[in-house]
């Protein structure tokens, strides 16, 4: 009998991979070897069940791979250094996580010795090439296999398939495609197809159980979040997930994105992400007391590429590691406490308090009275400021 062909899978439990897997060991008598790469989006008993499930289905081996942390130290603290939302609506929550994912698997792929490495992604969304993409850079020659996209299945056909093959699973839950990672939820549905609809209450992973509001003080160290309401956290993404709990709660940063594909159609998804939009508002809100306005504007040009590359699935370039570098120097004064207030469906950031302030009184205020200057010091400053602009005017002038 010939050695069954290994082939290494990312594995979510969803349908697209239950299918996948039976596919594999049923049409193609492949050895599967899951995995599943947790960027913050499972407990520990979901973890526990997905296994389960995987074995169920007839996977050879199954890999669970604890991302949370390097997920955040290599992708989303850079985030949030630049304040990253993408169309100035989406923080990247998919986007970021795909790109952990593939590079895990790839790792798993060596690591089990496989010839090759398969996806659930459909052939109409980003994350096709997203996987692709790290896989031809990091397994160069392992055959990248993706049945949902080859046989070009609808989500009623895999449902059709696996109850034919006997699969037990919640298929009424996959009339949703939700994606959970710690940078918030993707949810895509039949109102996400269109260009006008909103997802129903249902619909959103995260019901809105509080009605009173409420005062939060994030505390950031050089850019990064250590504390919520005084109470700290060993590494920032248990603030993360700690502050969800308390904003979630509220039905925050629920929205609609509707972007470029990198294939170039144009897409809708929702997504919910309470903590990343607090975060990254009262970041930003920290950053504009203290950094000058150059800082500020040459950080804003090199964050809207970095998430834009990033987004396309482009994090191995090495112009990313010199943009990250930046960003990271830049966050050396972005060091206080930022006050936000929370409200169902809404939130506002009230003020910060920084020893680094740059609207420190002592300096001015603003509309008020200056002590660093004269009125005088402000004619001369007016004067040579505009000159080469009066000059030019001047010139116009004569040759009428």
Not at 34 to 52: D, K, Y
Not at 276 to 297: C, D, F, N, R, S
Not at 368 to 381: A, I, L, Q, S
Request: glycine share 10%; with cysteine; proline share 2%.
């Amino acid at each position: 009998m010939s050695q069954k062909e290994k082939i290494v899978l990312g594995f979510s439990g969803g349908l697209d991979t239950s299918f996948c897997v039976k596919y594999f060991t049923e049409e193609k008598n492949y050895e599967v070897h899951s995995v599943i790469v947790n960027t913050g989006g499972f407990s520990e008993e979901e973890l526990v069940q997905i296994e389960a499930h995987a074995y169920k289905l007839g996977v050879t081996t199954h890999t669970t791979v604890n991302a949370v942390k390097g997920y955040y130290d290599s992708i989303v603290k850079y985030l949030i250094y630049g304040n990253v939302l993408k169309n100035n609506t989406y923080p990247l929550s998919v986007s970021a996580e795909r790109l952990s994912q593939a590079l895990h698997i790839a790792e798993h792929v060596k690591k089990v010795g496989a010839s090759k490495v398969a996806h659930g992604s459909t052939g109409a969304g980003n994350d096709q090439v997203r996987f692709d993409m790290v896989f031809h850079i990091m397994i160069p020659g392992v055959e990248i296999i993706t049945p949902i996209r080859d046989l070009k299945l609808s989500r009623e056909e895999e449902i059709t398939y696996l109850k034919g093959k006997g699969v037990d699973m919640n298929f009424e839950k996959s009339m949703y495609s939700i994606n959970k990672g710690l940078w918030g939820t993707s949810v895509g549905g039949k109102e996400t197809l269109n260009s006008k609809g909103m997802l129903p209450e249902s619909a959103w992973p995260t019901q809105v159980t509080k009605t009173e509001a409420e005062e939060v003080k994030l505390s950031f160290v050089k850019g990064e979040l250590t504390a919520i309401n005084d109470t700290t956290f060993s590494h920032p993404s248990e603030a993360i997930q700690y502050l969800q709990t308390i904003a979630g709660a509220y039905g925050l940063g629920r929205d609609i994105h509707v972007g470029d594909t990198i294939i170039g159609i144009k897409g809708r998804v929702g997504f919910e992400a309470a903590a990343p939009m607090v975060i990254l508002k009262a970041h930003h809100a920290l950053e504009k007391h203290v950094l000058t306005k150059w800082q500020l504007g040459w950080k804003d040009q090199l964050a809207q590429f970095y998430g834009n590359w990033l987004h396309e699935g482009q994090i191995l370039d090495p112009v990313m590691r010199d943009i990250e570098a930046f960003l990271t120097n830049s966050q050396q004064n972005v060091t206080g406490d930022v006050f936000v207030y929370l409200q169902p469906y809404r939130f506002q950031v009230i003020g910060i308090d920084s020893k680094y302030d740059l609207m420190s009184a002592k300096f001015g205020k603003y509309g008020e009275m200056n002590t660093g200057f004269t009125g005088e010091d402000v004619r001369g400053f007016s004067k040579i400021f505009g000159n080469q602009t009066s000059i030019f005017y001047q010139v116009q002038e004569s040759n009428k």
